[in-house]
């Protein structure tokens, strides 16, 4: 049997890290077993869901590196739902109800305020059926077996249908809740394991019983602990950081993808280049129970470190046309984010202007710039270049050093300037320090 997952957004919204971690481990689990990964939009709500969330979730996965085998939408399959809800219906597995609101709500509030569980009560066969009011429907729970299933994340898993109240699957006005179309399609697309969030338990536990009742085995389940915020919480700034806000930022996809694919795991988050370690690593009973904590810094952190081990190659297409591969390699040790590599063109093509150098540090500009004018480029100039000014000038260390960096460079920190000055023009160093 292929290992198929599936990633089941609904397109209401942008996807934030909470949905982009379940997408990854989806997508991981699939590669990690030469499966196949599919994305399955969730759009029944016909009303709240939109098209540019639709293109938002599929760019968004590509930003990420997270192909997909394939991809299908459940508002295309309407006809499909209706089938199998007939059968369900002819097998007495769904029934109509005809409660409103306020009635459950009402009466819930009994259950409760007599210390019972607040469990919807199934009316008796027979019972008097409202005339002219359309019903919503139930799935009947199969009150006499236990609902049990071994999850990857959380382990043995054990529920009392009893407890439980028969799920409401379709609105009277015929439209879809979650819950049946999910199963429909999970039978359908032959998916093998289904990994979400915990809050999805629940649900688990009541499809359980929608996939026997539809003839089929269920999936295997994991269940992943939610992700919260550096408070502990599940925060709004959470819930809303998108991928936009992360790109402008300058996080580039595979720290996000590094950083999410350990996060609340016991493996260590490693920064990694590529996402291959990572599949290759997924093992859900390393998942951990409790809330896997996100933290901005940590990512910002996590770039940074990825971003001075990224392969030319990987980053070519978004560097501007000043920085070539041996440019690359000098500057990365230094960048913070990827886009700060335009800041170094015109230390190594110009134009560029030297500060004003401080009065003490004229005597070393001035036999750096003697001394350069000598030098052979193609050797090894910033080495031959201390050299010459400490034997003219007796300066060294710092002294000798920040100086020439400053006026070749602008700045007081960068990438070793034995592997940066090469790549600056001779005639352009010599006229950097003779600018006094
Ligand atoms: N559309 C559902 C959600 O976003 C999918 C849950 C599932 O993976 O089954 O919660």
């Not at 196949?36 to 939109?50: G, Q, V």
């Not at 590509?62 to 059968?87: C, M, P, T, V």
């Not at 978004?318 to 063109?345: C, F, K, Q, S, Y």
């Not at 000798?400 to 006026?407: D, V």
Request: hydrophobic share 45%; proline share 7%.
């Amino acid at each position: 049997m292929t290992v198929t997952t599936r990633f089941a957004p609904s397109p209401t919204g942008n996807l934030h890290v909470g949905n982009v971690r379940t997408a990854l481990h989806n997508w991981m689990w699939a590669r990690r077993h030469g499966g196949r990964f599919l994305l399955r939009i969730d759009d029944t709500d016909l009303e709240r869901s939109k098209e540019e969330y639709v293109e938002g979730i599929r760019a968004d996965l590509a930003w990420l590196g997270l192909d997909i085998d394939g991809e299908e939408r459940q508002s295309a399959r309407f006809d499909l739902y209706e089938a199998e809800f007939q059968k369900l219906k002819a097998a007495g597995r769904v029934y109509a109800c005809y409660e409103t609101p306020d009635e459950l709500d009402i009466r819930r509030k009994v259950l409760l305020s007599r210390g019972l569980p607040p469990v919807y009560e199934r009316k008796p066969d027979g019972a008097p059926v409202p005339e002219g009011v359309a019903p919503h429907w139930r799935f009947r729970l199969d009150h006499d077996a236990a609902i049990e299933w071994t999850d990857l994340v959380r382990g043995p898993q054990h529920f009392e249908p009893k407890t439980m109240s028969d799920p409401v699957v379709r609105r009277a006005d015929g439209s879809w809740l979650y819950l049946l179309p999910s199963v429909i399609d999970d039978i359908a697309m032959g998916i093998t394991h289904v990994v979400r969030g915990e809050d999805h338990v629940s649900n688990t536990a009541a499809q359980i019983q929608m996939f026997e009742a539809l003839g089929a085995a269920p999936p295997a389940f994991a269940h992943e602990a939610l992700l919260v915020g550096t408070e502990g919480k599940l925060s709004k700034r959470l819930g809303s950081l998108g991928m936009d806000n992360l790109r402008e930022q300058g996080i580039e996809p595979i720290a996000l993808v590094a950083l999410l694919a350990r996060l609340g795991t016991s493996d260590p988050v490693e920064p990694v280049t590529h996402a291959a370690p990572l599949v290759e690593s997924i093992d859900f009973a390393r998942f951990g129970r409790a809330p896997a904590r996100f933290n901005e810094a940590e990512l910002a952190l996590l770039n940074q470190k990825i971003l001075h081990h990224l392969d030319y190659e990987t980053v070519a297409n978004r560097l501007p046309a000043g920085i070539d591969a041996v440019r690359w390699h000098a500057i990365r040790p230094n960048l913070m984010t990827l886009a700060e590599a335009a800041e170094w063109v015109p230390v190594f093509d110009g134009p560029f202007t030297p500060p004003v150098p401080d009065a003490g540090d004229r005597p070393v500009l001035a036999a750096a710039a003697a001394a350069a004018t000598e030098l052979d480029w193609s050797a090894d100039p910033w080495h031959a270049l201390g050299a010459a000014v400490k034997e003219a000038t007796g300066a060294k260390g710092r002294a000798l050093f920040l100086p020439l960096r400053r006026a070749l460079t602008g700045r007081d920190h960068g990438p070793d300037m034995a592997e940066l000055l090469p790549l600056i023009a001779k005639d352009a160093a010599v006229a950097r320090l003779s600018a006094q």
